[in-house]
């Protein structure tokens, strides 16, 4: 019996189009509980590998007969055999190519804006809830908090005809790889960072630059020391319509600024941040953020995760209309919640302190993200 696969991509499709799926994910009850598949028409039971070894025929009552079932585990391997079992007893099953380490790993385009000066599209990270843009302006590519997959970028630098000539991280990033200082070796493009962060290999200080402008394009380093998240956060205004925020400003909350150690502090810098930095700019411009938590509800109706800093601040009233202290308090209580897996390594391989294979870098990633302080009201 040959057994059926179902890729990544054919699993995001169920969720964008909103199409009934059911998943039977058979990782541990903790790693289930801590990161899974979700989307609004997607039904998923829990039922560990293990519990299967004895025989599938005790856990039928739990599947259902007339739906296709996607089985899921981490790498691929024990969702096979799963699947096949289950097959035998005639239930129609799929597992997932790659396991949970390929759903971690799926990228899906968007476009954002278009004018007569810029382009600009978004990647979103569907299993890990990153994301990244490039900014096209006549030739040149701007690309702004770069994944790891440096081939994506250029491909579609490629693919769009253009040249790769400027890449900007908004910060150290805790929960993911960048792969800024890799696609700035492999292209010659300029890679701009704040000192501050402590990198240690040869970049541009943000602290040096008011703006990078390219063709037609005009990326203004808003506020050059924005911090709350990191110490060195920065944000990114370009042509004065678009607002890449980092992990300053989400869709549905701000950065958690305890990843440091010094949550107080750094608490104190996001409220000055949002109250004297981020008020000065119109409600019309659209926030681009580098994470979201929910696809379902952070998504907008062009299917890319942004909004109108408007309906930001409306949505997020508790953080965006209180005093100080109660901001203050409300992010330090916030901030309590579980730090990303595995922070301290990402954090050094991406400062250029230590280095890693391709197998450790997808360990290190597996998880959902963390670096949003949601106060959605």
């Known amino acids: 019996m040959t057994q059926k696969s179902m890729q990544t991509a054919q699993v995001f499709e169920y969720i964008l189009s909103k ?59 024990s969702s096979r055999f799963v699947a096949e079992q289950l097959e035998e007893q005639g239930l129609r099953t799929f597992y997932l190519e790659g396991g949970m380490k ?46 790891r997959f440096v081939d994506i970028y ?34 010659g493009a300029a890679y701009y960072i704040m000192k501050s962060e402590g990198a240690v290999f040869e970049f541009n200080p943000l602290e040096n630059y008011e703006k990078i402008e390219f063709e037609d394009a005009i ?17 990114f205004f370009v042509n004065k319509k678009l607002l890449f925020s980092g992990d300053t400003i989400f869709v549905s909350g701000l950065g958690r600024p305890d990843l440091g150690g010094k949550v107080k502090e750094w608490a104190d810098d996001l409220y000055h941040t949002v109250y004297d930095k ?16 929910d696809y379902e509800t952070e998504r907008n109706a062009d299917n890319y995760i942004g909004q109108t800093l408007g309906k930001v601040r409306e949505q997020n009233k508790t953080m965006f ?7 203050i308090s409300q992010v330090e209580k916030s901030a309590s919640s579980v730090k990303p897996p595995n922070f301290e390594e990402i954090i050094s391989i991406n400062r250029g302190v230590e280095t890693a294979d391709n197998e450790r870098k997808q360990e290190l990633e597996i998880g959902p993200n963390r670096c949003a302080v949601h106060h959605t009201s």
């Not at 989307?39 to 005790?58: A, C, H, M, R, W």
């Not at 769009?160 to 292209?187: F, P």
């Open 321 to 327: 209309q209180t005093d100080k202290e109660d901001f």
């Open 154 to 187: 250029e491909a579609a630098a490629k693919r769009h005809n253009v040249q790769i000539t400027h890449i900007v991280d908004s910060h150290l990033h805790a929960d993911h790889l960048s792969g800024g200082y890799e696609l700035s070796q492999k292209t």
């Open 19 to 77: 199409k009934q799926l059911f998943i039977l994910d058979v990782r541990n009850n903790e790693d289930y509980t801590d990161w899974k598949i979700e989307g609004e028409k997607i039904t998923s039971v829990n039922i560990p590998y293990f519990d299967f070894l004895d025989g599938v025929e005790q856990h039928l009552d739990q599947l259902p007969k007339e739906q296709d079932i996607l089985v899921v585990c981490a790498k691929e391997g």
């Open 278 to 293: 981020v008020a000065q700019i119109a409600d019309d411009i659209i926030v681009l953020p580098a994470h979201y938590a």
């Open 102 to 147: 390929s759903w971690s790993e799926y990228l899906y385009e968007a476009k954002v804006y278009e004018d007569a000066k810029i382009e600009v599209y978004q990647l979103i990270r569907v299993g890990k809830g990153c994301l990244s843009y490039y900014v096209i302006s006549g030739d040149k590519m701007l690309i702004v908090d770069p994944l």
């Open 219 to 235: 990326v203004e380093v808003l506020a050059i020391k924005t911090p709350g998240h990191t110490p060195g956060s920065v944000s």
